[in-house]
């Protein structure tokens, strides 16, 4: 026959749990019995941590020494704590209640223990002392000067007392140490012109044995600016303007924090502004341009010249040329020359020309001289004509009448010049003779009849003068020879006494020549 086996597991079980249940009704009443025959009986607890470890003092987000206190086993089977700060608790194992942890919170904190358990349960309380931990307030970076002295007045939260060390130090700083003064005040040095170098302060504040963490502050030392301009610099004139757009070179700075440069412009262009002003507009002449660098340790300046120069000469076109008429002197007075047009870039200083006022006969150039404020100078010319229109004038002298001379049939006659004048002067006198006596003078230079032979009758003179114009004159006069001796016969025939031919009444007859003569 097959056996039940989970039957006998269940009656097996439910012996067994009977058992228990008997066991510790039976405890409880035998408990029960004690109290009920000891009224006085209770739970007690007791400290076994270190003394004063249940009246401490800690920072805070500082650990505190553990407490432990042993709670009676037998009236007291556990413990519960009130009052501890943030951060703490209280834990029961095995008959001993342990407080630990990290306060949160600063502050005085009084905690009372209490047992739990079947008997008169009993308390017991301490102090927990938890300080604040300072924190230094301070900016974390400062700067100074060099070779000036460092003033950082120390804070922190809470009141506290100070010390610092040193980190890291650039630049080759001197004068930077440790210290415990609510005062960092050092005299630091930056041997560099250039660049800054940096001071590390490690700063700790202490209040109540409480000490901060390490909080830095860095000191910048800077150097005061310097700065060295370029060499001066010149410039032309542009086209059609008075000035020059100049552009030059940056100055050499130096100094931290990096310098600004301002620029001051006095002289011919005057202005101020920020940058170098290079590329600004310079009016023609002497600029000094003033540079200065500043930053928080100082302010330099230096100087150099901007010298724009004046190099367009000046534009002139003259009057128009002009003809004039010779006066009686040979020279023309009073002309009006008119005026000459002139420009320049920047401005005309001076206009003249070199006319003296009386223009001689011809062409004359007139030199006209422009110049600039800058001296620069420009010619042009413009020619007066001077015209001789006046003739000359010319008297002949009167008729001659004269008889011929011995023996010939002409005379010679000395005739007397002719006046002649011009405005200007005669420079051709010729003649030619017309009539009884033909005859001419050279076509060139000055020419008189003077002493001539003229055949008999009438011969007439005509004097020409001639100006340098080739104005003219004429004048005449005759000259008569008269043949006043009468001629003469050295011979003459005989009578001649022929007879007639015969058979006629005639006769040829042949008959001599007589001579003559005449002179």
């Known amino acids: 026959m097959k056996k039940n086996y ?22 409880m009443l035998f408990a029960y019995a004690g109290v ?114 460092t003033y950082i007045v120390l804070a922190a939260d809470i009141p506290s007392t100070f010390t610092w060390g040193l ?44 000490s901060s963490s390490s909080y830095t502050i860095t000191v910048t030392v800077n150097t005061a600016p310097t700065i060295t301009c370029i060499g001066n610099q010149t410039a032309n004139t542009g086209t059609g303007t008075c000035s020059a757009v100049v552009i030059y070179g940056d100055p050499t700075v130096i100094g931290s924090p990096t310098p600004t440069i301002t620029y001051n412009f006095t002289g011919a262009t005057t202005g101020l502004g920020n940058g170098t002003g290079s590329g600004s507009m310079f009016n023609k002449g002497v600029t000094t341009v003033i540079l200065t660098a500043t930053n928080t340790c100082g302010t330099t300046t230096c100087t150099f010249i901007v010298t724009v120069y004046d190099n367009i000469y000046p534009t002139i076109t003259p009057p128009a040329d002009i003809n004039a008429i010779a006066n009686a002197g040979c020279t023309a007075t009073g002309v009006s020359l ?11 200083a001076n206009v003249i020309n070199d006319a003296t006022g009386t223009f001689p006969l011809g062409t ?12 620069n100078v420009t010619y042009a010319y413009q020619n007066v004509t001077v015209t001789d229109n006046v003739h000359p004038t010319i008297t002949c002298p009167g008729n001659y009448a004269v008889n011929v001379a011995t023996g010939t049939c002409s005379q010679s006659v000395i005739t007397a010049n002719p006046t002649t004048a011009d405005n200007c ?65 050295t011979y003459c025939p005989v009578d001649i006494s022929v007879n007639i031919a015969p058979g006629t009444c005639t006769q040829s007859v042949a008959p001599l020549d007589p001579t003559t003569a005449d002179n």
């Open 6 to 27: 989970s039957s006998s597991k269940n009656s097996n079980f439910k012996k067994t749990a009977m058992a228990v249940k008997v066991m510790l009704l039976s405890a």
């Open 338 to 348: 008119g005026t000459p047009f002139t420009a320049d870039n920047c401005s005309v």
């Open 425 to 489: 002067s005669v420079t051709k006198l010729t003649w030619a003779m017309t009539g009884a006596t033909i005859a001419s003078s050279t076509p060139t230079g000055i020419n008189n009849v003077g002493t001539y032979t003229f055949n008999t009758g009438i011969t007439t003179v005509t004097y020409t003068d001639y100006d340098a114009a080739g104005n003219s004159a004429t004048c005449s006069f005759t000259v008569t020879v008269i043949d006043n001796i009468n001629p003469t016969f």
């Open 167 to 210: 980190g890291t130090v650039t630049g080759d700083i001197t004068g930077a140490g440790e210290g415990a003064e609510p005062i960092i005040s050092q005299l630091l040095t930056n041997p560099s012109d250039s660049s800054s170098g940096t001071v590390e302060y490690n700063i700790y504040a202490s209040s109540n044995s409480c």
């Open 364 to 375: 004359t150039v007139v030199k006209w001289t422009v110049t600039d404020a800058s001296g």
């Open 36 to 149: 009920k025959n000891n009224a006085f009986a209770q739970a007690t607890i007791g400290l076994t941590s270190t003394v004063g470890t249940d009246n401490q003092a800690i920072c805070n987000n500082t650990a505190i020494q553990d407490i432990t206190y042993v709670v009676d086993g037998i009236y007291g089977t556990g413990a519960g704590v009130t009052g501890l700060p943030p951060g703490l608790v209280g834990s029961f194992s095995t008959g001993v209640f342990t407080i630990n942890g990290i306060p949160t919170v600063s502050g005085t904190y009084s905690y009372t223990i209490t047992t739990t358990g079947i008997g008169v349960q009993t308390s017991t309380s301490g102090s927990i002392v938890v300080n604040p931990t300072p924190s230094v307030t301070n900016a974390p970076t400062n700067s100074v000067c060099s070779s000036g002295t």
